[in-house]
């Protein structure tokens, strides 16, 4: 039987369900998995803004307008932040090994960000089991700023300094400093925890821990000194990034 003759049956009612399970199975087809913006439940690309729910510390997906409402400061009551869009790379960032060590990192990877509901500056380290809280000490985060004065530019709970010490390209004195958004960090420690396999990772994981670093590089504004007092703060739109 064609579609044809399915269509011009004299049964309405099977005709109509019909016709409602065609629309159903076209509309699968013909759409790919699309992501939805939590607020208004329009379609968003895959590349998209979120907000920090505060209390929770969960990232909710946004559109782009809703996130244009949210960019006000104040809009969000005090329970939301829009994750800014700035990633800057800051090539002369100044940090000993010792200080370093200090942090206690297993990983080679941290990311450092005021929370303001704790009432500290906290570091978080990707693992397979999720971000692990790491040592840092006020004293640790003040010498860091003091050498860095960039530093009193991030933005509370949503930019955090990210370190990257993987070796996996320059050798063992390899290391790289960005002001990144929290979303972007969370998105590290996801991959970790889902690809993570074993005890050393397995070469998947470290692959994409490469990619994730190479958009990273592709993507920020390279700031040459971390003592300035200026600093581009222009966040591009979302639809202009990339
Ligand atoms: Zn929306
Ligand atoms: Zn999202």
């Known amino acids: 039987m064609s579609s044809f003759d399915l269509t011009n049956n004299s049964d309405d009612r099977s005709s109509a369900s019909l016709d409602?399970?065609?629309q159903f199975t076209r509309r699968r087809e013909m759409r790919p998995p699309v992501e939805q913006c939590e607020l208004c439940s329009s379609e968003i690309a895959a590349d998209h803004r979120h907000l920090l729910e505060l209390a929770r510390r969960t990232l909710i997906c946004v559109c782009i307008p809703c996130s244009i409402l949210f960019g006000d400061p104040g809009a969000g009551q005090g329970k939301y932040r829009l994750v800014p869009s700035r990633f800057l790379k800051?090539?002369?960032f100044q940090m000993t090994d010792e200080q370093w060590d200090?942090?206690?990192i297993p990983v080679n990877m941290v990311y450092i960000f005021h929370n303001t509901a704790a009432q500290r500056v906290m570091a978080f380290y990707p693992s397979p089991a999720g971000a692990m809280e790491s040592t840092l000490t006020l004293e640790g985060w003040d010498a860091l700023v003091s050498a860095n004065?960039?530093?009193n530019n991030l933005e509370p709970d949503v930019e955090a300094l990210l370190i990257n010490r993987v070796k996996n390209r320059g050798?063992?004195?390899?290391?790289e400093h960005y002001i990144a958004p929290i979303d972007v960090c969370y998105e590290l420690v996801g991959l970790i925890r889902l690809k993570w396999k074993g005890l050393s990772g397995g070469e998947e994981v470290w692959?994409?821990?490469e990619e994730f670093f190479e958009r990273l590089r592709a993507r920020a504004?390279?700031?040459e000194d971390s003592s300035a007092n200026t600093w581009?703060?222009?966040n591009p739109p979302a639809w202009r990034r990339g």
């Not at 050798?171 to 290391?175: K, L």
């Open 232 to 234: 581009p703060t222009n």
């Open 102 to 104: 200090d942090l206690m």
């Open 149 to 151: 004065p960039i530093l």
């Open 90 to 92: 800051l090539l002369d």
């Open 221 to 223: 504004i390279t700031v």
């Open 20 to 22: 409602v399970l065609r």
């Open 171 to 175: 050798g063992e004195q390899y290391r």
């Open 207 to 209: 692959k994409a821990i």
